[in-house]
C-alpha cells in the first residue's frame, strides 16, 4: 500500500513537474558523460601500459659515420667494440637486469623504418648506412632503464642509450590531459545538475504543499513525505546516467572500431571496460541526486 | 487529554507575547470554545498542541505527554492522536471526496482494505453519504467542511481541533456542522474549538475559555461569549 502510495505520488510529481525532469535528465546524461569518458580515458591509459611496458625496450644505438656524440669521435663502431658491447649486456652483473638482447643490424633497422613510416616519401630518401645499428635490450623491470643508461653511454662505440618509454610517457601525458579536461567539465557539470536538482526538488515540494501539509498534519512519517520528492531527483539522474551509459557504449563500440582499424597494434579498450564505469556513474548519479534532494527538502520541506 | 502549565510563546522579542503564561487542562470527552478576537492566541494554542512550535516558557502536555519531550521522528505519531480542521478547508482540489479522506489513511499505511471500509462510514458520520466521487468544487461550502472533519477523525483520534471551521460559512450551515462536532464529541473524541462567533458558543452552552491577548480572561463551565465590541459597549 505504501509502496503503491510512494509510487503514485512520484509519478504525478514528475508529471506536474516534467519540464525540470527532462533538464534534470539532459545535465546527469551530459554531466555523467564526461565522468564517464574521463573514467575511460584513465582506463585506456592502463590498458596501454600493461600492453607497451613488456614490449618496450632500451635501445642500444651504435655509431655511424655522422654521430656526433662524445663516445664516436672515433668513427663508427668497430667490429671488436660491437662484440665487447654485446658481451657486457650478457655479462653475468648486468644479468639480473637484462631479460633479452636482440641485435638489428642497418639492413633491418631500414625495413623497421620503412614499416613505421610506409606512407611517408622520406622513406625513399633513406638508406641502410644512415640509419645505425642497434641493440635491443628487454629489461626484467622497465623501470631500471638508468642501470643500462649508465652502464653503455661513455662506452666506446655506444652513440645513445635511448628508451622507448619516454615516448609512451609523452603519449599518456595527452591522455591524460584529456582526461584531466573531461572531469574537469564533468565537475563543473555536476554542479550545475546538482543545483538543478535542487531547484526541481524545490519547485516540486512547492506544487505540493498542499498534499504535504496535509500529510504532516495527519502525521505522515518523514520518509513518506519525503522519499516521493527524492525518488523523484534519483529517477531523474537514474535516467541521465542511462543515456550517458548508452552513448558511452556506442562512442566505444564504434569508434573503437575504427581506431583499431586504424592503428590496429594499438591496445584500445573495449565495451567491456563499461562494465566497471557504468555502475560507477549509476552510482555517482543518484546519490547526487539524493543528496541534493535531502539537502534542499531540509530546508524547503518542514516535517 | 490537554494540559498547559504556565505556557508563554513569545514569536518576536519586540512585541508582546502570543500567549502569556496560561494554564489550562482539557479532560478527556470535553467539548472546549476557545474564543477570543483575533490576535488573542487561539492558533497559537492549537499550534502548540500539534507541537508546530514550542512553547518559550512553560509545558504542553498531550495525552500526559510533555510535548517537549517527544523527539522529532515521533511528532508524527503525535499528530496522528490529532485530527485538524481549518477555516479554509484545505481538501485537495484534483481529488475526489472519497479520495481526499483516503489519503489521510493511505499516507500512514493503511491498507486498502481496510480504507475501502472506514471512508464510507466516516463519510456518512458526517452526513456525506453518496457523495464519494463529487470533486470539491462541486461541493458547496458546508459539505467541503464536512469532508475535511472526515478527513480530520478518519484515523480516530483522541483530540479534535477545530481552527475558526464556522468562519466561512453562513449561520445555517454553521449549525449543521456544530451539529457533526457535536456528534463526534459524542462518540468520545475530545473537542476544541477556536471561534469568535458568538451565535454558536451562546447555542451549544458548552465550556468556554475566553483569550484576551494572550491571556486566559474566561473560564465557563457552560458559558457565553459575548463579541468583542459588545463587551466594550457593555463595559462603557
Known sequence: MRFAFVLGEIASGMRRNLVMVVSVVLVTFISLTFVGAAGLLQLQINQMKGYWYDRVQVAVFLCVENSTSESCASGPVTDEQRSAIEAKLNSPELSTYVDTVEYESQDQALVHFREQLANSPIVEAVTADQLPESFRVGLVDPEKYEVISEAFSSEPGVDIVSDQREYLEEIFGYINIASLVALGIAVVMSVGAILLVATTIRLSAFSRRRETGIMRLVGASKAIIQLPFVLEGVIAAILGAAIASGTLWAVLRYGGEWLSREYPQMGFISTQELLLVVPALFLLGALLAGASSLLTLRRYLKV | ?236
Open chain 2, 1 to 236: 487529554m490537554i494540559r498547559f502549565e504556565q505556557v508563554t510563546k513569545v514569536y518576536d522579542h519586540k512585541s508582546k507575547p502570543a500567549l502569556d503564561s496560561v494554564s489550562l487542562d482539557v479532560d478527556r470527552d470535553e467539548f472546549v470554545f476557545l474564543v477570543g478576537a483575533s490576535g488573542s492566541g487561539k492558533s497559537t494554542f492549537i499550534r502548540l498542541v500539534l507541537k508546530e512550535d514550542r512553547a518559550t516558557r512553560g509545558a504542553v502536555y498531550v495525552a500526559g505527554q510533555n510535548v517537549a519531550n517527544i523527539p522529532s521522528w515521533r511528532v508524527p505519531r503525535l499528530r496522528r492522536g490529532i485530527g485538524v480542521v481549518f477555516q479554509d478547508f484545505r481538501l485537495l482540489p484534483n481529488k475526489s471526496v472519497f479520495a481526499n479522506v483516503a489519503f489521510a489513511m493511505q499516507v500512514i499505511g493503511k491498507s486498502r482494505a481496510v480504507i475501502r471500509e472506514t471512508v464510507p462510514e466516516v463519510l456518512k458520520t458526517v452526513g456525506l453519504e453518496g457523495k464519494n466521487n463529487r470533486m470539491p468544487h462541486e461541493l458547496s461550502g458546508g459539505e467541503q467542511q464536512r469532508v475535511a472533519i472526515a478527513r480530520a477523525i478518519v484515523n480516530k483520534p483522541g483530540i479534535l481541533l477545530a481552527d475558526e471551521p464556522t468562519g466561512n460559512l453562513d449561520p445555517t450551515t454553521s449549525m449543521g456542522i456544530m451539529k457533526v462536532l457535536d456528534k463526534i464529541n459524542q462518540n468520545g473524541t475530545t473537542v476544541v474549538m477556536a471561534t469568535h462567533d458568538d451565535d454558536i458558543v451562546n447555542t451549544m452552552r458548552k465550556r468556554v475559555v475566553e483569550l484576551r491577548d494572550g491571556s486566559v480572561v474566561r473560564d465557563d463551565a457552560q458559558g457565553i461569549y459575548i463579541g468583542e465590541t459588545t463587551t466594550t459597549a457593555a463595559a462603557g
